[in-house]
């Protein structure tokens, strides 16, 4: 049975209530709906929201300049900037300069920066490349709580065409790790605002 396909059930057994179990308070015909409504979720695969970590409107957050462990120069001012941009896009957040009059500090290190090549020509050029990058991120608040974002999250990939011209094979990969790095900003607004912080 798919998704989308009603259930159905007799009509002249629905007004009863249920004899006994955890439902048993329940008339027949809420029971089933209930039963029916929590069958759907799981074949569906959907799950429940996850608690928020309650970040107010009015949290004050400092973003620090991350770390750099890939071999990119710059890559950690960039991603950086990203975040700053974003959080101060959104305005779901006080961003402030110091983290010392911050309620929270988002700090961390890009991670990794992979470059491989997806497509080759006739003559074995490499015509493109799949850029990934990972960051680790963690959240800090005043009183000491420390919380890690989920890595799975802080990792994303784009392809980049490859060029002869070596200024323009420079321009396209900027292109995308600015990219790259504004996508992985969104994800962690969302994390620490949407409450998917694990």
């Known amino acids: 049975m798919g998704c989308g396909t009603a259930f159905r059930t007799r ?89 010392t009059s911050a309620d929270w500090v988002l700090s961390g290190r890009v991670a990794d920066l992979e470059v491989r090549a997806e497509s080759f020509s006739s003559v074995v050029l490499a015509l493109e490349h799949r850029v990934t990058m990972q960051l680790e991120l963690s959240l800090l608040h005043r009183d000491g709580r420390r919380i890690a974002l989920d890595s799975d999250m802080l990792q994303d990939s784009e392809l980049v065409l490859a060029s002869a011209d070596l200024e323009a094979g420079r321009k396209n990969r900027r292109e995308v790790l600015r990219k790259l790095s504004s996508q992985l900003a969104g994800r962690v607004h969302d994390a620490l605002y949407g409450g998917e912080l694990r």
């Open 11 to 99: 009509s002249r057994s629905l007004s009863a209530p249920l004899s006994r179990g955890p439902w048993s308070s329940l008339p027949r015909a809420d029971a089933v709906l209930l039963f029916t409504a929590v069958l759907g979720l799981t074949a569906c695969s959907y799950r429940l929201a996850e608690p928020s970590l309650g970040l107010s409107r009015d949290a004050a957050l400092a973003i620090v300049t991350l770390e750099n462990d890939s071999n990119e120069p710059g890559l950690e001012l960039l991603v950086t900037d990203a975040l700053r941009r974003e959080f101060l896009r959104r305005g779901s957040l006080d961003v402030v300069e110091t983290p």
